[in-house]
């Protein structure tokens, strides 16, 4: 069964998993101990630690191993702010950064804290000149991820380095999608990862602070990991860890060639074979496994039990696969379509065959969603005699109020309105996407008894 979803969890590399193996019988005792089983624990971790470090180009004593990625962006977030809580309490991040960022924002504006977010363009990156303008003389810490989670889009993250070292603001990394593939670009002042992102074992993350960056560690004290990351390290993990990494790096320059092609074929292919998609994200700057887009008139959900039962593991950013019910707020901050978003991200080792079979079977899939909710076809409408309609999707979701507009728009005269009433979030954000897809003019938002009031007006 093809697994297109490395950008979750990449599949358990085999250089991970005979180390992983060794190091259950080499390292299994404490690392902090001077008896002979500590001290093998110890060389161990120590090089396993050098091999990390040189990946990501730092010294080996500024990398602590963590619990997870999350964990070291929190910690990393934490410790920095609290660093530099003397110049201020000011956090810029961009508007696409992992959950893990945005959930330490959030604390850190509960705790009284400000933050500033950097919005993006439709590709997904950052201004680098727009980043400069949210720097401030309080601001603490700045984070900017290297290449985005859910569209692959790389972020210029060397400019925005250079202009936070200017400004004296220590900048955070979040290399977990990127590190596999690659030295992040120098500049950074603290850096995070995730080791299962490159097909290392889960529940180990990386956190390097430069030397000379201020950093406090919070919570309670620990020995171990220089402070930062309390609690006996998982010895076995991070040793498969540090030796996965080395190889996925080592094979990382021939295997990106060759994935890129796939992507672009992907990428191509998608936008010929299947009518009112968008494929999103920047189509050049971005990683060479990752292509996302997005299918009008699909229930994401639906799309991904299809896909999933003619054995094709694909991942999602739309609000309908979500228990939240509400947009990826990396799609929303691009204002991209976000319904039957889908994700395909690579593996090392993929099959161009199995690439091929994912295109064959997709339009199919699609067309069937699309029949199934009774979505219109692509044939442009014929003018209305109607000055305006009300249709009322109250209740029902994401992509429901969308169908329901496209299924009306031809009823009423060229630059006439229909107005949309949905309390579905993901309205907010598909409803003008629509517009921009079809050539249709987005009025705007108005207040309504329930949910909100979207008006467009047909231009064609």
Excluded at 367 to 394: C, F, K, M, N, Q
Aim: aromatic share 4%; hydrophobic share 45%.
């Amino acid at each position: 069964m093809p697994y297109f979803d490395a950008a979750s969890a990449a599949p358990l590399h085999p250089v991970a998993r005979q180390a992983l193996l060794a190091a259950l019988d080499e390292g299994w005792a404490d690392p902090a101990r001077l008896y002979r089983e500590g001290r093998r624990a110890r060389l161990l971790l120590d090089a396993a630690r050098e091999a990390a470090a040189e990946a990501v180009g730092c010294r080996p004593d500024e990398l602590v191993f963590t619990s997870s990625g999350t964990t070291a962006v929190h910690a990393g977030i934490a410790g920095a702010l609290s660093g530099r809580r003397r110049v201020g309490r000011h956090l810029a991040h961009s508007a696409v950064e992992h959950s893990s960022v945005l959930h330490s924002a959030a604390a850190h504006e509960a705790a009284g804290g400000s933050c500033t977010e950097v919005p993006v363009d439709r590709s997904g990156a950052v201004d680098p000149a727009a980043y400069a303008a949210a720097l401030r003389a309080d601001t603490a810490l700045a984070c900017l991820q290297s290449a985005n989670h859910e569209v692959g889009t790389e972020q210029p993250v060397a400019e925005v380095a250079a202009l936070c070292a200017g400004a004296g603001v220590p900048l955070l990394v979040d290399a977990a999608q990127s590190l596999g593939w690659g030295p992040v670009p120098a500049g950074w002042s603290l850096l995070t990862a995730s080791a299962h992102k490159w097909g290392g074992p889960a529940g180990v993350g990386l956190l390097a602070v430069r030397k000379g960056t201020r950093f406090s560690p919070q919570g309670p004290a620990g020995e171990r990991e220089s402070g930062r990351a309390p609690g006996f390290e998982n010895l076995p993990a991070i040793v498969a860890a540090a030796a996965s990494l080395r190889a996925v790096r080592d094979g990382a320059a021939a295997e990106a060639v060759r994935l890129r092609a796939l992507v672009d074929r992907i990428r191509s292919v998608v936008a010929e074979r299947v009518p009112d998609v968008e494929v999103v994200g920047d189509p050049v700057r971005r990683l060479p496994h990752l292509v996302t887009f997005s299918c009008l008139y699909v229930d994401g959900e639906t799309l991904l039990h299809e896909l999933d039962r003619r054995e094709f593991s694909v991942s999602s950013g739309s609000s309908c696969t979500s228990s939240t019910l509400m947009p990826s707020h990396v799609l929303k901050a691009m204002g991209v379509l976000s319904e039957g978003n889908v994700r395909v991200s690579l593996p090392p080792g993929t099959a161009g065959a199995d690439v091929d079979r994912f295109l064959e079977v997709l339009p199919g899939v699609v067309a069937e969603v699309r029949e199934r909710l009774g979505a219109p076809v692509s044939a442009p409408p014929s003018p209305g005699p109607a000055d305006s309609l009300v249709v009322d999707a109250l209740g029902r979701r994401c992509p429901i109020p969308v169908i329901e507009l496209a299924k009306v728009i031809g009823e009423v005269a060229v630059g006439a309105t229909v107005t949309v009433l949905a309390d579905d979030e993901a309205a907010r954000l598909d409803i003008p996407a629509w517009c921009e897809m079809r050539g249709q003019e987005y009025v705007g938002e108005e207040p309504a008894d329930r949910g909100s009031a979207y008006v467009v007006r047909r231009l064609s």
